[in-house]
């Protein structure tokens, strides 16, 4: 077995390496914008078109908003940054707004923004899957005819790149980023040089077409909830945000420094790209329709269900650019691929965030633990299996998993900035120095702004779509939250019960005598092995014990044990029903009974073989009953191994595999012979 799984495993993901080598883990800050801000960044490509989307329903007339619902982005967007920015300054390990809101609002909190952010990070990974198959299908018919099948096998392609470490993930996402990011400036450049300098007409492919408005002459308070609504679908432009402040740990020095970089960077290049799309899409007259089958007009006729619906930026770069020419195409792949990678940075996000959960014991320790390539691989494989899930459940449809999107995400936003407000005032107390009880001032200003701004836009997000989709995602904030509590209080009530006494108590009394029972089903080497081992622990009772399950042979041991005169009193348990391990257990618990001070000794022994099939064929009566004595107290199972000749044949084969050099090693170099660098002179 370990054949089998070792050399597949170092193929996929490489080589292990060592724990002293996590610096070399590390990002810089041109690698750790695309692994951590991929997703706020690539939301670019989808956010403009939700805002389009839901406006339509009152009919082109209601696009003229679009603008104000951009500016109200953009703020919000500034707004975020700038709290986070506060953030990474003041809770550099990573913890992020779990860690914030726990410090400063209580368990409960921090256990209510952790539930968040852990189903935000699933949703991001669905999301953005489910929609860059969507983009991908638009050119290549089989993938939409085969929707579950690909995002499937796109998330564990992700799944495999990311356990292979975060920097070595982080290289292979910085190139499709960073060209999807220089395409749409790009394409705003260029398109604001033909409109505004060359006096160019450009339009899009819609541009022609009408929108059937499902409700006409929208006032009021009907007009105001479709403008939130839009508002609200738009602030899918912020999701992601706070990774970074998640992230800190896998940044390299000064953290802090570059993590609030590295935020503002992302802030400045997402807010450019969304109203630079939007205004684009504006003055080339995009036409979308929430169902375009009927509410889109072409020529006087709906455009029907053989219409596909093209996102805003496809329609916009084939304004800009035309349809077919190189920047168009380039721009139109990179696009498709940056989707797919912006789940990236859920796969950065979640595994740091159960990591930390784990450590305080509201998630299985597991999760705290280090894979071969140094990135916490439990993390990653339990996001890519939630992934998978929804993607099946919801049939990897991006229109209907976005409804389930930014509930989690505004949630952990307003209690991590409302805790950073408590963080200023319980040090403002105690501050006296006047420089820095100014800057602590400012900082609390910033975040009492945004724990409002982001309040109110939560409580939008929760009436406009919590019919629409809303609903699941606080669903499944309540099972995370349920879950955790759950495990918390299991491995409180696991460490009270296992806590050493400070005196005397039972399990430190030695017991008064030992009875050893050696199970044997015949006389062999291990027999031999093991009654030998039993006599060397020299207890005060010993005895073998075997199981009549066939009374010939049963006939022929006993000759057998006689003929050789092994000085062990041989005792036989009938089973008149041909088991096992039920004799085996009533006769030790007899034992307990009858002398409870005493403690039982079962010694058993065992092959050892070396191919993972004959493990099927050897063993088994051991492992059931090695399972059921491990509930009886008192009890004490030792195993005596027998090495046959396919084991010693399976260690040749383990010596042989540390010898195997996976591919890429070579020219990597083993790690044990990494020499370091010797620092420069500073004479």
Excluded at 425 to 442: P, T
Excluded at 478 to 503: L, N, Q, S, W
Excluded at 587 to 598: A, F, N, W
Aim: hydrophobic share 45%; with cysteine; aromatic share 8%.
């Amino acid at each position: 077995m370990s054949k089998l799984t070792d050399v597949p495993k170092r193929i996929l993901i490489g080589r292990a390496l060592r724990s002293d080598r996590l610096g070399e883990t590390l990002l810089p800050k041109r690698i750790a914008l695309p692994v951590f801000a991929s997703d706020p960044l690539s939301s670019v490509a989808y956010a403009p078109g939700e805002v389009l989307l839901v406006l339509s329903i009152a009919g082109v007339s209601a696009y003229h908003f679009s603008p104000w619902i951009a500016v109200a982005v953009v703020v919000l967007m500034f707004t975020v940054v700038a709290s986070y920015r506060q953030n990474v300054h003041a809770y550099p390990s990573g913890g992020g707004d779990y860690e914030v809101a726990t410090t400063n609002l209580g368990p409960r909190a921090g256990l209510t923004v952790a539930s968040a952010l852990l189903v935000d990070y699933v949703l991001t990974v669905a999301v953005s899957i489910a929609s860059g198959i969507e983009n991908l299908g638009s050119a290549i018919p089989f993938v939409v005819q085969h929707k579950v099948l690909c995002a499937v096998a796109v998330i564990v392609l992700l799944t495999l790149m990311n356990l292979r470490g975060v920097k070595e993930s982080g290289k292979l996402f910085a190139i499709p980023t960073y060209v999807f990011v220089g395409g749409v400036f790009i394409m705003i450049a260029w398109g604001a040089f033909r409109g505004m300098v060359l006096g160019d007409t450009m339009r899009a492919p819609t541009a022609d077409y009408h929108i059937k408005a499902e409700h006409q002459g929208l006032a009021g308070f009907a007009l105001v909830f479709l403008l939130l609504r839009a508002f609200s679908s738009g602030c899918a432009a912020l999701t992601g945000v706070e990774a970074i402040s998640n992230g800190v740990p896998a940044f390299r020095k000064p953290k802090s420094k570059n993590a609030a970089t590295t935020l503002a960077m992302m802030g400045l290049l997402a807010v450019t790209m969304f109203c630079g799309i939007i205004a684009l899409a504006m003055s080339t007259n995009v036409r979308m329709a929430e169902h375009p089958a009927t509410d889109l007009i072409h020529n006087g006729s709906p455009v029907g269900s053989g219409y596909v619906q093209n996102p805003v930026i496809s329609q916009v770069a084939e304004a800009v650019f035309g349809k077919g020419s190189f920047l168009f195409v380039l721009l139109a792949a990179a696009t498709a691929l940056v989707l797919f990678l912006a789940a990236n940075t859920a796969y950065n996000g979640f595994p740091l965030l159960g990591s930390i959960l784990a450590q305080d014991r509201y998630l299985p320790r597991q999760l705290h633990t280090r894979g071969d390539r140094l990135a916490f691989s439990n993390g990653i494989v339990l996001l890519a299996g939630a992934a998978t899930l929804l993607v099946v459940i919801y049939g990897a449809d991006s229109t209907r998993l976005i409804q389930l999107y930014i509930v989690g995400v505004f949630v952990s936003f307003t209690l991590s900035q409302t805790g950073m407000v408590r963080h200023w005032n319980r040090h403002l107390a105690v501050e006296k120095d006047q420089a820095k009880r100014r800057h602590m001032v400012r900082s609390r200003a910033i975040n009492a702004f945004g724990a409002f701004f982001t309040g109110l836009v939560l409580v939008v997000v929760l009436v406009t779509k919590f019919t629409h989709g809303a609903w699941v995602a606080l669903l499944g904030m309540c099972i995370f939250y349920a879950t955790m509590t759950a495990i918390r209080k299991h491995y409180d009530r696991v460490a009270e019960e296992i806590a050493a006494p400070e005196g005397p108590s039972d399990d430190s009394v030695r017991p008064s005598r030992v009875h050893s029972v050696v199970l044997i089903s015949k006389i062999h080497r291990p027999t031999l092995r093991a009654l030998a081992y039993a006599k060397l622990m020299r207890s005060d009772t010993l005895e073998a014990l075997t199981v009549n399950v066939d009374p010939a042979e049963t006939k022929a041991l006993r000759e057998e044990w006689e003929r050789r005169g092994i000085d062990v009193p041989l005792k036989v348990l009938d089973s008149p029903y041909r088991e096992v391990t039920r004799p085996v257990i009533e006769y030790v618990k007899g034992l307990r009974k009858e002398s409870p001070r005493d403690a039982v000794s079962v010694i058993i022994p065992e092959y050892v073989v070396g191919h993972w099939y004959e493990h099927l064929l050897h063993n088994q009566s051991a492992l059931r009953l090695k399972g059921r004595l491990l509930f009886t107290p008192g009890v004490m199972v030792t195993s005596v191994p027998y090495q046959l000749q396919s084991s010693e044949a399976a260690k040749l084969r383990a010596r042989k595999r540390q010898e195997w050099n996976a591919p890429g090693a070579v020219r990597r170099g083993p790690a044990v012979e990494r020499p370091k660098e010797p620092s420069a002179s500073k004479d």
